[in-house]
């Protein structure tokens, strides 16, 4: 069939709206009609070339919400009709990976999936006979996409797709790596650096989950006012310092945090979230995703006197099994998405959601199909 698309044909190229050919699914896929998805900072990270499975030219989009249209042959857990959130971390239930009980991070689809194909190897996407890659399994930048069915969680029908959209993504890591990685207990501290869709999300998260003191930071501070809506106590702007940031938390916490989050993808900024952590317990969760090349470091005494340095994948959150719970969350008014709404656009604008992330201005800027 022919299909809307945003093609993303080269690093660092705006997005071209275009007619692309998509196959219909094959054994254990399911074609799926977008209804609406965000845009998140790994987008733009993978649109830059900095990730080293970035691949072009690609269908990117990987924060979405819409229906089933057709189900590939041994397809049973979704049918026509459901309502589904594509899954850039699967669930198969039946892998090394999802048997452990210790991780989310399914290995049934991944290698393929970095490699911007289907399980079988090949793409559903071409243009003129040339193959577009898929990306994270879930290219939600189309009006129709192909996903294998380990790769959607089948959700409510009565919830909004262009809200839920965001717990494809953004708001699910934020809570989740709230609660599943760091376990962060009532009272305790936490330092959440960067304040976009994610770091508002953990801040949401902190606050669920009772934590005393959410001290907020970021280097624009037209993010303090959501910050302080979703429940951060403090805001602080690494600009207004004269001295490293992490020795400002330190102060301002009588030794440091008990848990930090880094939301940005900035290496520095990483060894800033470890070190502002309480000496013998403090737990640095690493969220932010960083490019080809780059690395962290810090003393190893950092660690030999206790604190902890962790990362977090989708919020450790098992996206199949969980999934719907959140939806239903959203639904009875636990979890706020509206706030985090703060643009909506037709793919044909899809490049002005990039702009208004990158200017600052955006928290989520959800396509509307
Ligand atoms: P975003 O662009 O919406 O927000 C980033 C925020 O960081 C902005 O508010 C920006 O002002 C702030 N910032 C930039 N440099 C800073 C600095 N030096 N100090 C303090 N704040 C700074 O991005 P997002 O969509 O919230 O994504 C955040 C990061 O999380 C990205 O790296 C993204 O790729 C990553 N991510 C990871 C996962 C995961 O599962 N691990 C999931 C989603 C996103
Ligand atoms: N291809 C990238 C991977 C970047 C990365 O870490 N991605 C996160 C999700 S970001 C969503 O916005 C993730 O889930 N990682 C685990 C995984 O299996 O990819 C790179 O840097 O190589
Ligand atoms: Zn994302």
């Known amino acids: 069939m022919k299909v809307k698309a945003a093609v ?17 699914p094959k054994k254990g896929e399911v074609l799926v009609k977008m209804h609406a998805t965000g845009v998140c900072h790994t987008d733009a990270y993978t649109l830059s070339g900095a990730d080293p499975e970035g691949l072009f030219p690609v269908i990117l989009g990987h924060e979405g919400g819409g ?30 990976m999802c048997k452990s ?34 990306y994270m399994g879930t290219s939600t930048f189309a009006e129709y996409t192909v996903v294998a069915e380990v790769s959607l969680a089948k959700v409510s029908k009565e919830a909004p797709l262009d809200k839920i959209c965001l717990l494809g993504c953004g708001v699910t890591t934020g809570i989740g790596a709230v609660f599943n990685t760091a376990k962060v ?19 949401q998260g902190a606050k669920m989950a009772k ?69 013998g317990w403090g737990e640095s969760i690493i969220i932010g995703v960083a490019g080809a090349g780059q690395e962290i470091s810090t003393r190893p005494f950092q660690l030999v006197t206790g604190r902890v340095w962790r990362g977090s994948a989708f ?17 009875s008014g636990e979890i706020n998405l509206d706030d985090l709404v703060t643009f909506k656009l037709p793919l044909e604008k899809i490049n002005e959601a990039f702009d208004l992330m990158h200017e600052g201005k955006a928290i989520r800027t959800v396509i509307d199909f």
């Not at 249209?69 to 892998?95: K, N, Q, R, W």
């Not at 207990?185 to 801040?203: C, N, P, Q, R, Y």
């Not at 993808?265 to 990483?270: A, K, P, W």
């Open 185 to 203: 207990e009532e009272g305790a501290t936490i330092a959440v650096f960067g304040l976009g869709g994610i770091g508002l999300s953990v801040i």
């Open 8 to 24: 993303a044909w080269g690093p660092n190229e705006p997005l071209k709206i275009e007619e692309v050919d998509l196959e219909g």
């Open 101 to 134: 009980g210790k991780t989310n991070l399914c290995s049934s689809v991944r290698e393929t999936q970095g490699r911007g194909l289907m399980p079988d190897g090949t793409s559903r996407f071409s243009k003129d006979g040339k193959m577009i890659h898929h």
């Open 67 to 96: 229906v089933v249209v057709e189900v590939g042959e041994g397809v049973t857990s979704v049918e026509v009709g459901d309502h589904v959130i594509p899954l850039y971390t699967a669930e198969c239930g039946e892998c090394k």
């Open 211 to 279: 934590a005393g003191r959410i001290i907020a930071i970021d280097i624009n501070d037209d993010k303090k006012e959501m910050a302080m809506k979703f429940g951060a106590t403090d805001f602080v702007n690494p600009k207004k310092y004269d001295k490293p940031i992490q020795e400002v938390i330190v102060e301002l916490t009588d030794g440091g945090v008990d848990y930090s989050f880094e939301c940005v993808g900035n290496v520095e900024l990483m060894r800033s979230a470890l070190e502002c952590c309480h000496k």
């Open 315 to 331: 919020g450790g959150v098992k996206g199949r099994t969980e999934l719907p719970g959140y939806v239903d969350r959203y639904m």
